[in-house]
């Protein structure tokens, strides 16, 4: 038999009936546990997650809410729906969920839909400061049939200009203003941004996306009670299935839920919704609350490893999950940069920095995140220890032999640690606690436990 925590539920099955696909699975699950994820929206979802994910719900059609579906047989899956719901307003203490979006950019469309109508002015970060594609860009949807004003961060600080936003806000009147980014290291001021919004009748949108983990772990700051709609992914900081959702106030509540089904697509995806609902039991427990505050530790840790190897960090560091680093001091571009790490099992993007002289598919940047290294059981000391594999791959990546033992630094280091998702959750439901249990150290003996308690 295959190890079906590795390789997914009835995998000797797929391994029979799909040898080619199979081997696919395999592959991937070697590349995701062998080399160093640093992809900053990238994670591990646990166990139980993948375990929902892979059922029947698939399915079952179900459009509509439940109790009030367009076919018959939802009593079932209705109770998955109305669990994932109560789950995401108690954790986020909103007034009101929806949990079928099928990503991150659906649940955006869905916000466009519910608030404004084509031609409106919305405001939003610019892409190459750190926003998102659905923020404005003009290939997508959002610049095409939106008057969208990009507001973007001070040139000396590289923190957000909330003076200037504040400015843009009075003199276009937008309809709308988003905040939220996929490449800002630092907190955001939802106090004041709910200020301008309240001054210029504005809704207040955030888009959390990268951090609503590190807000499901009680490590940063809610955006939830200042926001008119927050919305965000399921699969980032947050571990969850690869998914979208949106929280919003009571008043907004048959807005949103109308824009999200029929406004912009059909059937929920049921298997994701039930796995949305175990995510959110796991963001429930003190071990996800270490692991998000542990996946700072150690975005601070990589940066500040990079910093003390001679790269520059964007706005002094990081407060969250990702940070942003000027290679620049390299003579090493973001491209090159990129496929140099990746030739030496670092996964990671090249970025854009705010201000950037070179064009978004070159950049000057690199954007690493912690979520998914932390996962894994790594702390501070791993990531000092990948920063400087990250350096000497773009220092020295170009020559093939010195890539190959950056290489093999890099897997004797993910040897190490488990490479499995769901140590936080597993070891507390075996430490006989339920979801709540704690003292979770007991389980983990030899090199592995010390990796981890040195990690946590
Ligand atoms: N693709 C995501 C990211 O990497 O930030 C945003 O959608």
């Known amino acids: 038999m295959t190890d079906a925590r590795k390789y997914g ?35 591990f979802t646990s166990r139980a997650v993948l375990a929902a994910l892979g059922t029947v719900l698939s399915n079952k059609y179900a459009e509509g ?20 719901i109560e789950r995401a307003k108690q954790l986020f203490g909103a007034e009101h969920a929806n949990v079928q979006p099928h990503s991150g950019a659906s649940a955006n469309i869905a916000v466009y839909a519910a608030f404004t109508k084509p031609g409106d002015t919305v405001l939003a970060m610019s892409l190459p400061h750190g926003g ?80 609503i983990g590190l807000v499901a772990g009680k490590a940063i700051p809610s955006p939830v009670p200042y926001a008119d709609v927050v919305s965000f992914t399921t699969h980032k900081v947050l571990r969850g299935p690869r998914g979208g959702m949106i929280l919003c106030k009571e008043e907004h509540a048959a807005g949103i839920d109308k824009a ?23 963001c429930a427990t003190p071990a996800y609350q270490n692991y998000a505050k542990q996946v700072i530790s150690n975005a601070k840790s990589l940066a500040s490893g990079l910093v003390e190897e001679g790269m520059r960090a964007v706005s002094g560091g990081t407060e969250t999950h990702l940070a942003l680093i000027d290679i620049r001091a390299t ?43 932390t996962t894994q ?19 020295e990546g170009d020559d093939a032999s ?4 950056i290489k093999s630094d890099v897997h004797a280091l993910t040897a190490q640690g488990d490479g499995h998702p769901d140590r936080h959750a597993l070891t507390d439901l075996e430490a006989g606690d339920g979801l709540l249990g704690a003292g979770h150290h007991h389980l983990l003996t030899g090199d592995r436990g010390q990796l981890l308690d040195r990690g946590l």
């Not at 504040?166 to 800002?184: E, N, W």
């Not at 059981?377 to 220092?395: C, F, H, P, Q, Y």
């Not at 010195?402 to 033992?405: I, N």
């Open 132 to 211: 998102h594609l659905t923020h404005g860009s003009k290939v997508n949807f959002s610049g095409k049939w939106f008057n969208i004003v990009s507001y973007g961060v001070r040139q000396d600080n590289e923190l957000i200009d909330y003076d200037e936003l504040r400015d843009q806000a009075i003199r276009t009147k937008p309809k709308m203003i988003c905040s939220g980014a996929t490449a800002y290291p630092s907190l955001i001021d939802f106090e004041k941004i709910r200020t301008i919004c309240d001054e210029v009748g504005a809704i207040m949108w955030v888009d959390a996306a990268h951090f």
């Open 65 to 84: 809410y439940p109790g009030k579906r367009y076919y018959g047989g939802c009593e079932v899956v209705d109770r998955a729906e109305i669990i994932a």
């Open 377 to 395: 059981g790594m702390g501070t000391a791993e990531m000092r220890e990948i920063a400087s594999l990250i350096v000497r791959a773009i220092r």
């Open 331 to 373: 003579g090493v571009n973001g491209k090159v940069a990129d496929e140099r790490c990746g030739a030496a099992g670092i996964v990671l993007n090249k970025n854009a920095i705010p201000f950037d002289p070179e064009s978004p598919a070159v950049t000057s940047g690199i954007r690493v995140g912690s979520p998914a290294t």
């Open 260 to 282: 999200v089904f029929p406004g912009i697509k059909g059937g929920p995806i049921m298997s994701a919704v039930a796995g949305k609902a175990v995510a959110l039991k796991e």
């Open 9 to 43: 539920q009835d995998f000797d099955l797929l391994e029979k009936q799909d040898p080619e696909i199979a081997s696919i699975l395999r592959a991937e699950v070697k590349r995701q546990q062998s080399d160093v994820q640093l992809i900053a929206s990238e994670n």
């Open 402 to 405: 010195k890539a190959a033992a």
